[in-house]
């Protein structure tokens, strides 16, 4: 990096926006909302040109998040130019936007000062989220230029783990006591100002002791008699412990339809709140982290480099390979068979490719199924038992299929029962251990989405080629 950059005021976009920039914005992004090539390539050419007025026009041209988006697109040079033209009332929204490992590049070039500036126009969440990205120096300098009460909210929340409710919530609330008449929380709300957060949906109601004993949404309140009483008006809520996983919050708040609900530490203290957008957000990382552990990958980016790349896939690759070695020792044990009959050699890897797509089908339904917590104790069996029925009516349909298509390529009806036979085999076996093996897992503690994988594939690679084999030498030979 060349070294820090303070953003200049002339950065700043006007409050009415140009026709020219509206215009630009049209041609950045496609009907699906996502940046074009040909606008990319615009901001590329600016900056080999040099061009600073046209990448700060290309920039303010853009909404924050497509700023993100932008900055994802383009190598580390090609971000440096552009961090300076970032519009200074939107660098707060971009950095929150940022992908971790990009965000934590352009922070290494925005002053401190500037970045401190920045946060103030953030909830305590999304500033913490980017203080937490920044070196312990770094961090100290930016901490110290903030006003005390913005510092004091930002480490409260660094002091919490990480992936847990203290971490996701924002600490700005609105409250009232529950004595209040609807015109009183009114006007408290007209008069905190900065002290609300900049989205809410509810006002909660607390206790002397500053316990939430329910809420009030902001639509209610404003269509309530002034002179009625919070507590006459008021909605039971869903309190959420500060330090629960932030994959069970996502779950409640899917469970229950909640666009909000209150935080709080040990004693019902309530010390700030949850909404929908945040959870949106956790769900969307969770599912990724499942789909991405399915395959045993972790999350690459786009500005990933080829070693972390390399250094995230090779070890599942090597127990993949290893795996793999143990289930074709059972082609050793019957190479006699293989040798006298060669059709066995095209059948095997057919069977094992079924065998596996069965049990991946079967495995993906259950991971999804035990992360929205659709299957637990009181219906495992049931689960259980429809996928070994599921299972035997695909290998009894699949079988038919397979056998029919032996005899009009082999004309050995043997030969076609052996592959009948053992298609049957691996296709049950696929649904049991497919269902199996995430809930053992889970009963151990260990990630389903992690480990299933590999045990799914080496089983029914296995089951098929010594099934396949095995009645082959005892029909054909």
């Known amino acids: 990096m060349s070294g820090e950059t ?47 007025a046209r990448l700060a026009e290309l920039v303010r041209a853009l909404r924050p998040a497509d700023v993100a988006d932008l900055m994802g697109f383009l190598t580390g040079d090609y971000r440096e130019q ?34 401190a500036k920045a946060l103030e126009d953030l909830d305590s969440d999304d500033a913490a989220d980017v203080v937490d990205d920044l070196d312990d120096a770094t961090r100290e300098r930016v901490l110290a230029a903030m006003p ?56 909660y109601v607390v206790d002397p002791a500053m316990r939430p004993v329910g809420a009030v949404s902001v639509s209610r309140l404003v269509r309530t008699a002034p002179e009625t009483l919070l507590s006459e008006v008021m909605e039971p809520v869903t309190d959420i412990p500060v330090d629960m996983d932030q994959e069970e919050v996502a779950y409640i708040f899917d469970k229950y339809h909640l666009i909000s609900a209150p935080v709080v530490e040990r004693g019902g203290r309530l010390v700030g709140q949850i909404t929908v957008d945040d959870v949106v957000g956790v769900i969307q990382e969770e599912s990724e982290e499942d789909m991405l552990a399915l395959a045993n990958v972790s999350d690459a980016g786009r500005d990933a480099s080829m070693f972390g790349i390399v250094r995230s896939r090779l070890p599942w690759l090597v127990v993949n390979l290893i795996s793999e070695t143990v289930a074709v020792s059972a082609i050793a044990i019957f ?37 929205s917590r659709e299957l637990n104790a009181a219906n495992t069996w049931r689960v259980i038992w429809r996928e070994v029925i599921a299972g035997i009516a695909n290998g009894l349909a699949l079988s038919v299929i397979m056998g029919a298509a032996v005899i009009a390529f082999y004309h050995d009806w043997k030969l076609a029962l052996t592959a009948s036979i053992a298609l049957m085999a691996d296709i049950i076996i696929a649904a049991i251990i497919g269902i199996l093996a995430p809930l053992a897992l889970e009963k151990l503690g260990r990630d389903p989405a992690v480990s299933s994988p590999i045990i799914v594939t080496f089983t029914t690679d296995f089951v098929g080629f010594f099934a396949l084999l095995a009645i082959a030498a005892l029909i054909l030979t």
């Not at 009959?341 to 035990?370: E, F, H, K």
Request: aromatic content about 4%; cysteine-free.
């Open 6 to 52: 303070d953003l200049s005021d002339d950065a700043r976009p006007d409050d009415i926006r140009s026709d020219a920039a509206a215009d630009l914005e049209d041609l950045a992004l496609d009907e699906d909302y996502a940046l074009t090539a040909a606008f990319v390539e615009m901001v590329i050419d600016a900056a080999d040109r040099g061009d600073g």
């Open 82 to 115: 552009i961090v300076p033209h970032i519009p200074a009332d939107a660098l707060a929204e971009i950095l929150s936007e940022l992908d971790t490992n990009i965000r934590e590049e352009v922070l290494e070039i925005v002053a401190p000062a500037t970045l």
């Open 148 to 203: 005390a009460q913005e510092r004091t909210a930002i480490e409260a929340s660094l002091a919490y783990e990480d992936d847990t409710a203290g971490r996701l919530m924002q600490r700005e609330v609105a409250l009232a006591p529950q004595f209040w008449t609807a015109a009183q929380a009114l006007d408290y709300l007209r008069q905190a100002g900065e002290a609300l957060p900049e989205l809410f949906f509810d006002l």
């Open 335 to 371: 190479q006699d068979e293989i040798a006298k009959i060669v059709a066995l050699a095209v059948l095997l890897p057919i069977i094992s490719s079924l065998g596996n797509n069965a049990s991946v089908q079967t495995l993906a339904v259950a991971v999804r199924s035990l992360a």
